[in-house]
């Protein structure tokens, strides 16, 4: 069973301890990345991402081209057969 978790309020900016990160072969900045702390102050379920909202990719796609589906697989079917 999924347990609902709310939202943590930060205590501190999310840009805190930002930092550049280069390639030490070119020195081309190649990113940033910051590191997290945690301590026994901490809140017990400020490790829990709440996650993202589901979105559903393959059926937009699928209505998207819902009127070229049956084109698509009569060529497929005709391809298939004439390398027989």
Known sequence: MLRAYEEIVARHSKYEGLM????TSTQHRRGYMTFRR????SDDDSWIH?????????QAAMDDHEQDQPT????????FLNAL
Do not use: L
């Open 20 to 23: 550049k990160i280069k390639d």
């Open 38 to 41: 945690v301590s026994d102050k």
């Open 50 to 58: 709440p996650g993202i909202d589901q979105k559903d990719f393959a």
């Open 72 to 79: 698509i697989i009569d060529n497929e079917i005709d391809n």
